[in-house]
């Protein structure tokens, strides 16, 4: 681009406009392509009025004198704008590149849980610590059923999921066990501890510690996406019982008294009607039999019904709102040689109800496998070894004979009984 005048336009014209490119481009000897760069890369000040473009002489020659006849290429913007143009691209890259590193790095989804000493972990796919709770007391060192233990569940529908169990710490039998909720952030979100005192007929009060023998997370009944808790808590030195049901913020929504231990939670069609109901399985006193107790799980109250002036009934609770109650035959094995029978677990398998009861309190352990249907109605009785063992251990005692076992499973079947609450 020259410094000299143009062949177009005197002196006395600066004050002139040009109005196209054709004639910028005249003016400073270059191709209107070259003249339309001079406005974008070097800043020339042409103004624009619609579809036209105007600039005075004089504007162009100052625009002129500012232009040095070699811009550097740190200075032009020809160079600058490409290259800043690859630099953002390449610092997005990096970038990128560093938060998919670090994301990498992060725990995912918890998908089991770990404790030791005072500390519950919460662990996912690659073994990685999502969350670490710190408890007051150290984990006991005695077995802990995998009925309370921890599990991961979604509490409140929000798609994150919540551990819910209980803590097997040492001082179990001293201060009882608590159910805690832990939010997806291991903090706790609600602890249940049985704090409830009852009194009996024979004027007796129990109070805690209770511990947990089971709890069962459940569809809330209420149908809004959330998870309701059943918890049985047992008296550390007697035979009551209780079952609390608690909502997705710890909430208790029904509670029922027992006199005997619940043992086992499961959910099962008990009244064949299409929906599944709650069962709890154990003892009952007064009859001195295993039991199972149903419940419409939106409907947990009372106390169960006793014999008329037992000493160990539950005073001053409403009468219970059981649906039904089955009652176990005590087997001859536990007539002579146990106080009673009871259930210690239940489960359920392919449209059954699986009940273990126990029929003989010390070793060898004679235990009977019921497979219950739909409706609480007996398809089999299955004898362990232990039973038919401690059968034939009696039978050598002459109490009675190796053949036994078999008519006493019979008549097992044919006494259990089921009844409609009130």
């Known amino acids: 681009m020259g410094d000299s005048g143009t062949p177009h336009f ?22 209107p392509k070259t003249a339309q760069r001079y406005e974008t890369d070097r800043g020339m000040p042409v103004r624009r009025l619609g579809n036209r473009v105007a600039i ?7 625009w002129k004198a500012t232009q040095s006849p070699s811009v550097p290429w740190h200075k032009d913007v020809r160079y600058l704008r490409p290259l800043a143009a690859t630099l953002a691209i390449a610092l997005a890259g990096c970038v990128a590149a560093a938060g998919g590193y670090i994301y990498s790095q992060l725990p995912g989804r918890p998908v089991s849980i770990t404790a030791e000493g005072k500390i519950l972990r919460a662990i996912d796919r690659e073994g990685r610590a999502v969350w670490n709770h710190t408890f007051g007391d150290e984990l006991g060192q005695f077995p802990q059923p995998d009925d309370v233990k ?17 803590w097997n710490h040492n001082r179990r039998d001293m201060d009882g066990w608590k159910v805690t909720c832990l939010s997806p952030r291991g903090e706790v979100r609600w602890q249940i501890a049985m704090e409830d005192h009852v009194q009996t007929a024979n004027g007796r009060d129990f109070g805690p510690p209770y511990v947990v023998r089971d709890l069962e997370v459940f569809e809330s009944p209420e149908g809004d996406a959330t998870k309701w808790t059943a918890i049985v808590f047992a008296h550390v030195a007697d ?12 909430k208790r929504r029904g509670q029922y008294w027992h006199v005997g231990h619940l043992n086992s939670l499961e959910f099962f069609d008990a009244d064949a009607d299409g929906k599944l109901d709650l069962v709890a399985g154990g003892v009952r006193h007064g009859v001195d039999q295993a039991v ?16 008329p002036g037992h000493a160990r009934a539950i005073v001053e609770k409403a009468p219970s709102s059981e649906k039904q109650t089955a009652f176990f035959a005590r087997s001859e094995l536990s007539k002579r040689t146990a106080l009673f029978n009871y259930v210690t677990s239940l489960l359920s398998v392919n449209g059954l109800l699986q009940a273990h009861l126990s029929e003989q309190l010390q070793a060898p352990a004679g235990y009977l496998l019921y497979n219950l249907a739909p409706g609480l109605r007996v398809k089999s009785i299955s004898m362990s070894v232990s039973f038919a063992s401690a059968h034939k251990s009696e039978a050598t005692r002459e109490l009675f004979d190796e053949g036994f076992p078999t008519r006493d499973v019979i008549r097992l079947q044919k006494e259990f009984r089921v009844e409609s609450g009130r």
């Open 239 to 250: 035979v009551v019982s209780t079952i609390v049901v608690v909502d997705q913020q710890g």
């Open 10 to 31: 005197d002196k006395d014209a600066v004050a002139a406009e040009l109005t196209s490119w054709k004639e910028i481009a005249s003016y400073l000897r270059v191709s």
């Open 292 to 307: 199972l107790v149903v419940f419409d799980p939106a409907r947990v109250a009372g106390t169960n019904a006793m014999p």
């Open 150 to 166: 921890f599990r991961l569940v979604d509490i409140d529908g929000d798609g994150r999921l919540e551990a819910v169990g209980v």
């Open 56 to 62: 005075t002489i004089a504007e162009v020659e100052r």
